[in-house]
């Protein structure tokens, strides 16, 4: 168990919709990142925060959007959905936030657009 | 040029055999290389880190880098059907970090 907590588990739901992904990272890390793991695709990063504050973006698209609330919680927010948009997010979270960080995955959240 | 690549594999070996998972990777400023390893249904794990050329040594997994080729390769000795996983090398510097698609292993007993 690697500490940080992603709800919920599992989501489907259909295309045009909006769904809100949850993130808690690991006791005292103040930094939080979110990944898009599709079978083509393998793991991209999408968005970066560091203690409440948007630190470095990746291939995030702009339906897409996160935050990094006061109590370091983190929360992906994924609007107008395709059906490409299926695949696994995962949340990270890291100490610091330097690149050389190890950072420590949460289990996921797989998400289905139908 | 994808900045890293990876093949996907499968790779299938039997229990016993010596694994060798490699990536190459295009940008030459990156400095830290890692290999992280997920199984099914589960988020990724770091398995090991290393900042320069040469091998580093932990238990049955030895991590190589080689610069100069911009390849990096994990050595699996002795795999065992628990090192059934997916692995996927991470490069990372100048605040990015960047992972190849993963080598899917299954290792049959």
């Known amino acids: 168990d690697s500490g940080v907590t992603q709800t919920p588990k599992h989501l489907i739901t259909a295309t045009g919709q909006r769904v809100t992904l949850r993130c808690s990272p690991r006791?005292?890390?103040?930094?939080v990142y979110w990944y898009q793991q599709s079978l083509d695709q393998g793991l991209q990063f999408l968005i970066h925060?560091?203690?409440?504050?948007?630190?470095a973006k990746g291939n995030i698209l702009e339906r897409f959007s996160a935050q990094q609330f006061p109590d370091l919680h983190s929360e992906l927010n994924l609007s107008s959905l395709e059906l490409g948009d299926s695949a696994l997010y995962f949340c990270a979270s890291s100490v610091e936030g330097a690149s050389t960080d190890t950072q420590y995955f949460g289990p996921g959240t797989r998400l289905t657009v139908l | 040029q994808k900045e890293v690549e990876q093949d996907p594999g499968p790779l299938s070996v039997p229990e016993g055999a010596i694994v060798s998972l490699n990536c190459t990777y295009s940008?030459?400023?990156?400095?830290?290389f890692m290999w992280y390893r997920q199984y099914s249904r589960k988020g990724p794990e770091l398995l090991m880190y290393?900042?320069?050329?040469g091998n580093k040594e932990d238990g049955r997994f030895t991590a190589q880098v080689d610069k100069s080729s911009k390849y990096i390769s994990l050595f699996i000795r002795d795999s065992q059907p628990s090192d059934s996983a997916t692995y996927l090398c991470?490069?990372?510097?100048?605040?990015?970090?960047?992972f190849g698609t993963g080598t899917r292993l299954l290792v049959s007993p």
């Open positions: 290393t900042y320069s050329s």
């Open positions: 940008n030459s400023a990156f400095q830290y």
């Open positions: 006791s005292g890390d103040l930094s």
């Open positions: 991470a490069i990372t510097g100048f605040q990015k970090l960047v």
């Open positions: 925060y560091y203690n409440g504050e948007e630190r």
